[in-house]
């Protein structure tokens, strides 16, 4: 099975979602897809998390975390014994939104709702020094305007990675690491 969990202020509607979604229903592997909606709040996101890795067996699950996506991807890579491809995931979201304190929309579904320091605490929370980093695969750009790839190369030092110049916080090179990311789910 091979979740996709989406960053802040975004939805299942989300490009790479949407990209990840129509490869694998191409490949006879929609029914091993999910993607769900996510709460703002960062405990509500985890209950959602957790309520479908409950469905599954964590160890034949796979999380593709994208920026807050990947932070989540991992506390649960940790905790529930799962592995996770990590898409510019946010390293420290309690620290880098805080700048984003204050009314917020969803990119995708227009729902407003204010940042607050209750979400930096949540994620707070979350936050875990160490990581094992056999668990992983990184993608990541240099060019990413949002976050520092360099936290994420450093964080999960070990772990596999392709890390390629250029690009930006989305990830341009997204789709050739379709095949990849399915191989390392071992689903393809």
Excluded at 70 to 87: P, Q, S
Excluded at 141 to 161: F, I, P, S
Aim: with cysteine; net charge negative; glycine share 10%.
């Amino acid at each position: 099975m091979l979740i996709y969990l989406h960053g802040f202020n975004s939805s299942p509607q989300s490009h790479k979602s949407q990209l990840m979604k129509q490869y694998m229903d191409e490949r006879g592997l929609g029914h091993r897809y999910a993607c769900p909606a996510l709460p703002n709040l960062p405990r509500e996101a985890m209950r959602l998390i957790e309520a479908e890795l409950a469905r599954h067996d964590p160890r034949q699950v796979t999380l593709l975390g994208s920026s807050l996506g990947g932070f989540y991807a991992t506390w649960l890579a940790e905790k529930r014994g799962c592995r996770a491809v990590l898409i510019q995931p946010a390293v420290f979201p309690h620290i880098g939104l805080e700048a984003y304190l204050g009314p917020q929309k969803n990119l995708h579904t227009g729902e407003p709702y204010e940042l607050t320091r209750a979400h930096l605490e949540g994620w707070r929370e979350l936050y875990l020094e160490t990581v094992d980093p056999d668990r992983y695969l990184l993608l990541l750009e240099t060019g990413d305007e949002v976050l520092d790839w360099r936290q994420a190369a450093r964080k999960y030092e070990g772990a596999r990675m392709v890390i390629r110049d250029g690009g930006d916080h989305s990830l341009q090179g997204f789709p050739e690491h379709l095949p990849r990311i399915l191989a390392f789910a071992g689903l393809g």
